[in-house]
Nanobody, 124 residues
Framework: QVQLVESGGGLVQAGGSLRLSCAAS????????AGWFRQAPGKEREFVAA????????LYQDSVKDRFTISRDNAKNTMYLRMNSLKPEDTAVYYC?????????????????WGQGTQVTVSS
């Protein structure tokens, strides 16, 4: 079991920044691929970014590639998502998740453990 708790969401104006955190506990977080997803009202959950266990490879959704940065600190069992130049269309509940495989993947169904989510609202 891996327990994940997101924090750092909130209300921000367009063009602003936020940093989300995902604190992990339980089984060894540092050995797993981890990712961020988001779900807006009435829409399916979508992939945002993922990172390998050592941070050596990252993968982003095209719409956030030049604005968001995923990172992790395994010593703290924490993953981060730095979000810059936020847009109203970034408004969603953001979830962190862990994938126990060795391949970085985008599909939510491939991820084994999920947090409860944190709301990000970007006003225009």
């Amino acid at each position: 079991q891996v327990q994940l708790v997101e924090s750092g969401g909130g209300l921000v104006q367009a063009g602003g920044s936020l940093r989300l955190s995902c604190a992990a506990s339980g089984r060894t977080f540092s050995t797993y691929i981890a990712g961020w997803f988001r779900q807006a009202p009435g829409k399916e959950r979508e992939f945002v970014a993922a990172i390998t266990w050592n941070g050596g490879r990252t993968l982003y959704q095209d719409s956030v590639k030049d604005r968001f940065t995923i990172s992790r600190d395994n010593a703290k069992n924490t993953m981060y998502l730095r979000m810059n130049s936020l847009k109203p269309e970034d408004t969603a509940v953001y979830y962190c998740a862990v994938d126990m495989s060795v391949v970085v993947r985008r599909a939510p169904a491939n991820y084994d453990y999920w947090g409860q989510g944190t709301q990000v609202t970007v006003s225009s």
